[in-house]
């Protein structure tokens, strides 16, 4: 399968634990997104990269979310401290720099926070 | 800063019949639109985007979209719905900046 890949698919995971998810993207995608999705809602962007730089990070829900593409391959998405409010899809997105607009999407992770 | 307004949050037709999803647009300047659609437990997939180059804009699966200037729109149609299609369907603009999507319009295809 050469398209965009996350893992893990579900995560359960107690308020104030950390998790980490993983995408890793189209290989010849130079571009990477972050989104939240909620329940009856569109995604929401959160954060890009264009190889290894984090080109825009403003829209970060807190300082408990980060994220990293150190070898401008694979991304993590990290959320410290997780609250119930986190629950929710998390969706990679990978593109050509060419375009924002023609994004392909991973089918996202889930996650549930007790 | 662009943004869009998706009229419906749920579209019911029947199978055979003309779909159509309602999409508006705010933008200061000329606006970069698309629509996804998204099947359950898949991603997001591209069905089309205008670029400005025509204002009627065909993609996959048989559906087009015609952007309006005057109406501030860009309509989501097809003549004829398929039971495959039943899915969740957004729109959503943002040229080189942010990206962002509407709500989502769930399209329900009866048989």
């Known amino acids: 399968d050469t398209g965009v890949s996350q893992d893990p698919r579900h995560k359960i995971t107690k308020r104030g634990q950390n998790v980490t998810f993983r995408c890793d993207p189209i290989s010849e995608h130079n571009r990477l997104y972050w989104y939240r999705q909620t329940l009856g809602q569109g995604p929401e962007f959160l954060t890009y990269f264009q190889n290894e730089a984090q080109l825009e990070k403003s829209r970060l829900l807190s300082d408990r979310f980060s994220a990293e593409r150190p070898k401008g391959s694979f991304s993590t998405l990290e959320i410290q401290r997780t609250e119930q409010g986190d629950s929710a899809m998390y969706l990679c997105?990978?593109?050509?720099?060419?375009?924002?607009?023609?994004?392909?999407f991973g089918p996202g992770t889930r996650l549930t926070v007790l | 800063a662009q943004s869009v307004t998706q009229l419906d949050s749920h579209v019911s037709v029947s199978e055979g019949t003309p779909v159509l999803l309602r999409c508006n647009y705010s933008s200061s300047y000329s606006p970069s639109l698309f629509w996804y659609v998204q099947h359950p437990n898949k991603g997001l997939q591209l069905l089309l985007k205008y670029t400005s180059a025509a204002t009627l804009v065909k993609g996959i699966n048989g559906f087009e979209a015609e952007f309006k200037k005057s109406e501030t729109s860009f309509h989501l149609t097809k003549p004829s719905a398929h039971m495959s299609d039943a899915a969740e369907y957004f729109c959503?603009?943002?040229?080189?900046?942010?990206?962002?999507f509407g709500r989502g319009t769930s399209l329900i295809v009866h048989p």
């Open positions: 997105a990978s593109s050509f720099p060419s375009s924002h607009n023609e994004q392909f």
């Open positions: 959503g603009g943002g040229g080189s900046y942010i990206p962002t």
